[in-house]
């Protein structure tokens, strides 16, 4: 079945404390992104991949880190949570670039005390 | 930059009636137009998208969208709702082959039996 995924679902954190959310894709989508998500506020990009090692920031990178050493991983770094980063976090794919339709995985909630 | 704009934040229908939500995009080039449905406590999911030819577009579960080229709209549109489509619902647009979707803020669409 193809999908994304994200590991936690769920993350209950205090402030300072290095996390990392995976996402994983098994479509062998060239372009990955993430998004927070907070009421009010829709869907914000914060890094997205084009590809393998080519990564670049989206509208809300401060305070985030990404790797994409392989084309089916793209995982998500809080080198240090900060309350302001409690949100739903979602990872997605895409065939190519942004121009086509994206694929979602079921979503991090993080809470950073 | 590029923008775009659901004014409806919250809307409220009763079974069986129609549903217009509305999207407005900046951006006077080519555009890619995606409506995305978030069910409570889910991802994601494409409801229907817009590259080019007819701008009427049916997507999934009886929704359709037309695009208004000049009146830079892409409107969401069902004939008769139904309880289960109680979701938020998130415009999407990729002006000019850009490498992101820029989304909307998203409406929360609530139907009462």
């Known amino acids: 079945e193809a999908q994304v995924t994200q590991n936690p679902r769920y993350l209950i954190t205090v402030t300072g404390k290095k996390l990392t959310v995976t996402c994983s894709q098994n479509?062998?989508?060239?372009?990955m992104s993430w998004y927070r998500q907070d009421p009010g506020l829709g869907l914000r990009q914060i890094y997205y991949s084009m590809n393998v090692e080519v990564t670049d920031k989206g509208d809300v990178p401060e305070g985030y880190k990404v790797s994409r050493k392989e084309k089916r991983n793209f995982p998500l770094i809080l080198e240090s949570p900060s309350p302001n980063q409690t949100s739903l976090y979602f990872c997605?794919?895409?065939?190519?670039?942004?121009?086509?339709?994206?694929?979602f995985g079921p979503g991090t909630r993080l809470t950073v005390t | 930059a590029q923008s775009v704009s659901q004014h409806n934040h919250h809307v409220i229908l009763s079974e069986a009636a129609s549903l217009e939500l509305g999207c407005n995009y900046s951006y006077g080039g080519t555009v890619n137009l995606f409506w995305y449905v978030q069910y409570p406590g889910q991802h994601l999911q494409l409801l229907l998208k817009y590259f080019s030819g007819d701008p009427l577009v049916k997507g999934i579960k009886g929704f359709e969208a037309e695009f208004i080229k000049s009146k830079f709209s892409f409107n969401l549109r069902k004939p008769s709702v139904q309880w289960s489509d109680t979701a938020e619902y998130f415009c999407?647009?990729?002006?000019?082959?850009?490498?992101?979707?820029?989304f909307g803020t998203g409406t929360r669409l609530q139907v009462f039996p």
């Open positions: 997605a794919s895409s065939l190519s670039r942004g121009v086509y339709e994206q694929y």
């Open positions: 999407a647009v990729n002006a000019g082959g850009a490498d992101k979707l820029i």
């Open positions: 479509m062998n989508h060239e372009y």
